[in-house]
């Protein structure tokens, strides 16, 4: 891998500014600082009181989003649930028959000589009983499935949005606004913050600084790279240096 030290000494080969390789010099000194003395907060909002009251407000609105969505999802499973109701009297009905049927069945089949024959139909009629109450639970296994899956199905839409959509968003931010102010406390850190907003910044924002604004950027032309920098600065909410 070629460094930034055999980068700017064949500079002239490659036909880059001194600027340039002062930029990537800076870079590599920046990153490779790891003592906490040098690190800045973790930075969760802009500095600009607009893009800070947007951020915080659509941090809101996503909060709100889940709250109602997990709310909206555990009065259908409770609502849901109640479809249980009648398989629960059911299972409870047939069950203390089926009990009540066998407790008679075996008190007559200790009747001398026509016991048997009097328990037969206490066994069909308890075995009747239990199927029922078998019937009950089932219907309740049924709602009780049905339940989880319509709150699991409410639930998948809104939140992979905000984990799929929003939290990556809202960390790539991060990311870039604690990037860009350490850039923007250290000496020299104005020329990769010039570099970031060429590479970053919508070429129509960039037309607006110079017609020929990389060329501008490689000769080294302070204007252009403070307005870069700004440039940078201000599309994530930052103040200047």
């Known amino acids: 891998m070629m460094t930034a030290k055999s980068i700017c000494g064949d500079r002239?080969?490659?036909?880059?500014?001194?600027?340039?390789?002062?930029?990537i010099e800076r870079g590599k000194a920046l990153f490779s600082i790891g003592s906490p003395g040098n690190s800045e907060r973790v930075r969760i909002y802009a500095d600009r009181a607009s893009v800070a009251a947007r951020q915080l407000v659509t941090d809101l609105l996503v909060v709100a989003w889940v709250y109602f969505s997990v709310m909206a999802a555990l009065w259908v499973h409770?609502?849901?649930q109640k479809?249980?109701?009648?398989g629960q009297k059911l299972?409870?009905?047939?069950?203390?028959m089926a009990d009540s049927l066998g407790d008679v069945g075996r008190k007559v089949g200790r009747v001398p000589m026509v016991g048997d024959d009097?328990?037969?139909?206490?066994?069909r009629a308890s075995a009747a009983a239990r199927a029922m109450a078998e019937a009950g639970s089932d219907q309740q296994a049924v709602v009780n499935d049905l339940a989880m899956a319509l709150a699991i199905g409410l639930l998948i839409v809104p939140l992979g949005l905000v984990l799929f959509l929003w939290l990556p968003?809202?960390?790539?931010?991060?990311?870039?606004?604690a990037t860009a102010a350490r850039l923007r406390a250290v000496p020299g850190g104005r020329d990769l913050l010039a570099l970031r907003a060429l590479a970053n910044q919508p070429l129509r924002k960039l037309n607006r600084i110079d017609l020929d604004v990389v060329d501008a950027w490689r000769r080294g032309d302070d204007a252009t790279v403070r307005r870069l920098a700004e440039l940078?600065?201000?599309?994530?909410?930052?103040?200047g240096g």
Do not use: N, Q
């Open 91 to 96: 299972e409870g009905a047939g069950g203390g």
């Open 12 to 23: 002239r080969a490659k036909g880059l500014s001194e600027r340039y390789c002062r930029a």
């Open 169 to 177: 968003l809202r960390v790539r931010w991060i990311r870039r606004a």
């Open 232 to 239: 940078e600065l201000r599309g994530l909410g930052l103040l």
């Open 118 to 123: 009097l328990t037969s139909p206490f066994e």
């Open 83 to 86: 479809l249980g109701v009648p």
């Open 78 to 80: 409770d609502l849901v």
